[in-house]
């Protein structure tokens, strides 16, 4: 019986399950999840560890992450009415806080105010290291130290494990400081616009002007210390998605805006109303900004929405219900930019985009889509350990093989390990050798993504990807995944109907049923 409440709705102590109900079984378990931040199972913990390595090689270890973190902050700025009302610029900001964390000593006592209002010190990257400290043992630091004094060769070892800690603070500081620009930004627009509202109406300025607008920064742009101990909680758990903690400060602020403009809207000072009148006009700039681009784009360039949805139906999984602008082709070959690559509403909009091709996938299929849309960060595969299940299967997100069936089992353990470990290499070198080279050398990828050059160094300074897709070859990588799956299909009901001794007409009669529903599924995706 359902009768223990997780917590009470106006607590966010177990959101999004606040104020549902359960076994008390179950909630004891969410509740010493919740409060073990220690993980005791020794496998477990040395998962963790590797796991953070690999969430850190994806996101602090990417240069490119760093570029999205820069732009994708201007939505939030977009969405608070901050852009472009704001009259504080961003080149005033600089010499409080440098981009890599080194701050001038003029503009320190400004800066540790930043610190005591709680505006600044809560960049992102402790999604990353918290999982770190919760898996237990030492620090990248006290590890280096400890084999510094042992000499020998592990002391040569050590100096290179010191080296490269100064090349991961460097960047963590970077990312830090990141954030911490949007937020001063943030911050300064916000009195700004307070203090102006109070002086032309004549109203007195409170005295906790400066608190309730550092209040108002927390609420309206991520802040990784407000996310509950439910959400934290999921990065224990291998098979969940593998950063929950940002869809959910997006979907956060986006209530706290709401909120906001409400309480603006009805203030009895007509400049704060216009304060609220620009964070609407905000917020529905953020969030269909970029499909209302994507629609201007199309009608300017001459595209229609059934040459749309076709690009759409060849692009792989992550980008299909993106707003996306489409670019003119040459050779065959289609061209688009993934407009929410680096919009961090596209949350939002990526369930409402699936939701309008329903006419073209059908209703069903579409639906499925928009679920998935907002469950996937939350409990969708997790890097690592999708990396594992692929190598358990045979089969790489993209449909292709991670090794030959038919390879020796060497072979095979070689093939599947370095899967696996590529899961750990930092983004760098995607974007500085692998990527180039294949661009180079005219590579092809199962999707049918060609690389360019020119291109890639267009995202490599703007943050936005321009996708290059060859039709032919994305074609006949899908029909041989058809062909391939149909194979199989018709060979497991051989193999049954074929079985030597008595097969049983039920047996037949489900297994028939349970080819003819994943051929269905396989005609489907092959559509």
Avoid: C
Avoid at 20 to 33: G, V
Avoid at 65 to 78: D, I, K, P
Avoid at 213 to 222: D, E, G, L, R
């Amino acid at each position: 019986t359902h009768v223990a409440e997780f917590a009470t709705k106006s607590s966010m102590a177990f959101a999004p399950l606040n104020g549902l109900r359960t076994t008390p079984e179950l909630k004891q378990a969410f509740e010493e999840a919740a409060a073990n931040t220690h993980i005791d199972q020794w496998w477990l913990r040395n998962y963790m560890k590797f796991n953070s390595g690999v969430k850190w090689s994806k996101t602090i270890g990417s240069p490119l992450t760093h570029l999205r973190n820069l732009v994708g902050n201007l939505g939030f700025a977009v969405a608070n009415g901050h852009i472009p009302n704001g009259s504080i610029k961003m080149k005033d900001l600089i010499g409080v806080t440098g981009l890599f964390g080194q701050r001038e000593e003029a503009a320190q006592e400004k800066y540790e105010e930043y610190v005591r209002l709680g505006i600044v010190q809560s960049g992102s990257f402790r999604e990353v290291f918290d999982a770190v400290q919760e898996a237990g043992g030492l620090s990248v630091e006290e590890w280096a130290n400890r084999w510094a004094e042992r000499g020998g060769a592990r002391a040569a070892a050590s100096k290179a494990a010191k080296a490269a800690q100064g090349t991961i603070e460097f960047m963590n500081k970077a990312y830090m400081a990141e954030d911490d620009i949007w937020k001063i930004f943030a911050y300064e627009t916000e009195l700004k616009r307070y203090s102006d509202a109070y002086a032309k109406s004549g109203q007195p300025v409170p005295d906790t002007l400066k608190q309730d607008v550092a209040k108002i920064i927390q609420n309206t742009y991520p802040n990784y210390d407000n996310v509950p101990k439910f959400i934290k909680g999921l990065r224990q758990v291998p098979f969940m998605g593998t950063f929950t903690s940002f869809p959910w400060e997006v979907g956060r602020t986006a209530v706290n805006r709401i909120l906001l403009t409400h309480k603006e809207l009805r203030s009895d000072n007509p400049e704060i109303r216009k304060i609220g009148m620009q964070r609407a006009v905000g917020q529905l700039s953020a969030i269909m900004g970029a499909y209302v681009l994507q629609e201007v784009a199309a009608a300017i360039l001459g595209f229609d929405d059934e040459e749309l949805e076709a690009v759409r139906q060849l692009a792989a999984p992550w980008n299909e219900n993106s707003p996306m602008v489409l670019l003119p082709g040459e050779d065959g070959k289609v061209r688009f930019i993934d407009l929410g690559y680096v919009d961090p509403h596209s949350y939002f909009t990526k369930p409402i985009l699936a939701m309008f091709r329903a006419d073209d996938i059908g209703l069903k299929k579409a639906l499925v889509s928009a679920v998935n849309e907002i469950t996937d960060p939350f409990f969708g595969e997790e890097i690592l350990f999708g990396r594992i299940l692929d190598v358990a299967r045979n089969k790489k997100r993209s449909g292709s093989k991670v090794y030959l069936d038919a390879a020796p089992l060497t072979q095979r353990v070689l093939e599947g390990s370095k899967y696996i470990l590529g899961a750990i290499e930092p983004g760098l070198v995607d974007q500085f050798i692998r990527t180039p080279y294949r661009a180079v050398m005219g590579y092809t990828n199962d999707y049918g993504k060609t690389y360019s050059l020119p291109y890639h160094l267009f995202q490599q300074t703007t943050g936005l990807k321009i996708e290059t897709i060859d039709p032919r070859q994305a074609f006949s990588f899908r029909a041989a995944t058809f062909a391939r799956n149909e194979s199989s299909l018709t060979g497991y009901l051989r193999k049954v109907a074929g079985r030597r001794g008595t097969v049983s007409d039920r047996e037949l009669e489900s297994t028939y049923a349970m080819v003819n529903r994943n051929r269905q599924q396989n005609m489907d995706a092959f559509q």
